[in-house]
């Protein structure tokens, strides 16, 4: 298992407008998960990647992968106050199968002003 | 849709006690894990656990014990605890098949006095 590093390590920005989150990882991946985490809360899973996809879509939310700079990125297109929150990545290795366990990072925390 | 209940929002225990935190899920997952989350730090995996009666250590176990005596139910013991130990403490479960995402619990926030 490894762990993915979210750059920034928080954002602010206005309602309406596109929210971008970054996450970075050392080797090779088997697919990378989103989730965020409301505050106080637990995480809740938005969206998996597969190492074999470059871009996946889910209502406002799209993912994309390369893995040649071992990096994915989320955007949040027209951000409502209600996304505000933490946003963390998991890459998940090769090995392990069901039981891997995921890893995850400090998070990026996203503040959408009404 | 998964349902993962810890047994506690909020807990206040004193430096020595036994503390025994409860998790509780509906959807007959194999995997079953505790996290606790610190500011700064992030989520750091304590122990896991991939069937009944069986437990791996995570990245920080020490001062920490578990047990599985049921398929839904997953403690998480604290011997004797520290006010090192105070912390957001979260649960998952994770089906078998092989991209099957995390479902946390809501979380228990423990302070040690």
């Known amino acids: 298992s490894q762990q993915g590093e979210e750059d920034p390590q928080a954002l602010s920005i206005q309602e309406g407008e596109n929210a971008t989150m970054n996450c970075s990882y050392k080797?090779?991946?088997?697919?990378l998960q989103w989730y965020r985490q409301n505050s106080g809360r637990g995480l809740v899973h938005l969206i998996l990647?597969?190492?074999?996809?470059r871009e996946k879509h889910s209502g406002r939310l799209r993912v994309t992968l390369d893995t040649s700079k071992k990096s994915s990125s989320l955007l949040i297109t027209a951000s409502r106050a209600a996304d505000t929150a933490s946003y963390f990545c998991?890459?998940?290795?090769?090995?392990?199968?069901?039981?891997?366990?995921?890893?995850f990072g400090t998070g990026t925390l996203l503040a959408v002003q009404p | 849709d998964v349902k993962v209940t810890q047994s506690s929002r909020y807990l206040v225990k004193r430096t020595g006690e036994k503390v025994f935190l409860e998790c509780v899920q509906d959807?007959?997952?194999?995997?079953m894990f505790w996290y606790r989350q610190d500011p700064g730090l992030g989520l750091r995996l304590i122990y896991f656990s991939y069937d009944v009666k069986m437990k791996e250590k995570g990245d920080i176990p020490e001062g920490y014990s578990v047990s599985r005596e049921k398929k839904e139910r997953f403690s998480l013991i604290l011997e004797s605890a520290s006010t090192n130990q105070t912390s957001m403490y979260l649960c998952?479960?994770?089906?078998?098949?092989?991209?099957?995402?995390?479902?946390f619990g809501n979380g228990t926030r423990l302070t040690v006095t």
């Open positions: 998952a479960t994770r089906g078998t098949v092989n991209n099957s995402p995390l479902h």
């Open positions: 998991a890459p998940t290795s090769h090995y392990g199968g069901a039981t891997n366990k995921l890893i």
């Open positions: 990647i597969r190492s074999n996809e």
């Open positions: 959807m007959d997952h194999e995997n």
């Open positions: 080797t090779s991946i088997n697919n």
